[in-house]
């Protein structure tokens, strides 16, 4: 059998490496924010959606968009009313536009909790 010196097998080693290496894989997000990071990455994905829905909204209608996503989804420029995944249901975003001045505004329900949720 494979076996060295001291009277581990080679198996023994490798279940001791894999096990060490699966509780490494498994740790890694927790250091490194990579969930969080994915939610911001989320957040802002969202805002941008409803920017570039509210922007169609304004140019085919000629007129300020001063509603909630219901609205956007109802008249077909939105697919979905999304709501920010940092804290989950009911989190709508808040967005307004202006015909005028082409000005959209979308800000994130928690964005006083995560002020790094910012469309730019």
């Known amino acids: ?11 023994t080693i490798i279940s001791i490496i894999a096990f060490a290496a699966l ?11 990579v969930r969080a990071k994915e939610k911001q990455e989320q957040c802002i994905e969202n805002m941008e959606k ?3 829905a509210i922007e169609e909204y304004m140019a085919e209608r000629h ?3 001063n509603g ?3 609205e956007l989804v109802r008249t077909g420029y939105l697919k979905y009313s999304y709501e920010c995944p940092e804290n989950g249901v009911g989190d709508k975003y808040i967005a307004s536009g202006d015909f005028n001045t082409g000005e959209v505004i979308v ?14």
């Open 1 to 11: 059998m494979l076996r060295n010196s001291k009277g581990f097998s080679i198996f």
């Open 23 to 33: 509780i490494f894989i498994l740790l890694i997000p927790q250091f490194y924010n």
């Open 50 to 52: 409803i920017k570039n």
């Open 63 to 65: 007129q300020s968009f």
């Open 68 to 70: 909630d996503l219901v």
């Open 107 to 120: 800000k994130c329900p928690n964005q006083a909790e995560f002020p790094d949720h910012i469309l730019k």
